[in-house]
């Protein structure tokens, strides 16, 4: 599972737009589709669903962005690990979140937050899968720099 720093960091890149074209499908939606007067947006629970989702995006984007300035100088491998897991699992839940907006339409094939989802799924399972990568990779070597 080492030796696979550049396909991470790779994967979790994508898993950034991945997020961000859910959480722009969602605040679209949000804004067009009307449930009793009004606009989906308009309810507070989507807001907070919409300003966690932001906030996740960012962070994804600023983590990834870090690790590859580390990966440019030679360094950040572990680092590289960790930013997959996270962005990973960040991207599945932003991407349920949109479906959840969405509501019944989240699931359905028509609309593309459901092929995100799938999309975000699978990007934990690429290039190591999350738990084989937290415990043979990451925990390792925060255990061997330890001491």
């Not at 939606?29 to 309810?43: E, I, L, M, P, T």
């Not at 799938?118 to 934990?124: F, I, T």
Request: charged share 25%; aromatic share 10%.
């Amino acid at each position: 599972m080492e030796g696979f720093e550049n396909g991470r960091l790779q994967t979790a890149a994508r898993a950034v737009g991945v997020m961000q074209a859910a959480y722009e499908a969602a605040l679209e939606y949000a804004h067009n589709r009307k449930v009793f007067g009004s606009s989906v947006f308009d309810y507070e629970l989507t807001q907070v669903k919409l300003g966690r989702m932001a906030v996740l995006v960012q962070a994804g984007r600023q983590f990834s962005y870090s690790v590859a300035r580390l990966m440019a100088k030679g360094e950040g491998a572990t680092e590289a690990s960790m930013v997959k897991a996270y962005v990973c699992k960040a991207a599945e839940w932003v991407a349920r979140e949109a479906m959840q907006i969405h509501g019944g339409y989240g699931y359905a094939e028509e609309y593309p937050v459901s092929r995100l989802y799938v999309d975000a799924r699978v990007l934990s399972i690429f290039e190591g899968a999350d738990e084989t990568l937290c415990l043979k990779v990451i925990a390792r070597r925060l255990c061997d720099a330890a001491g």
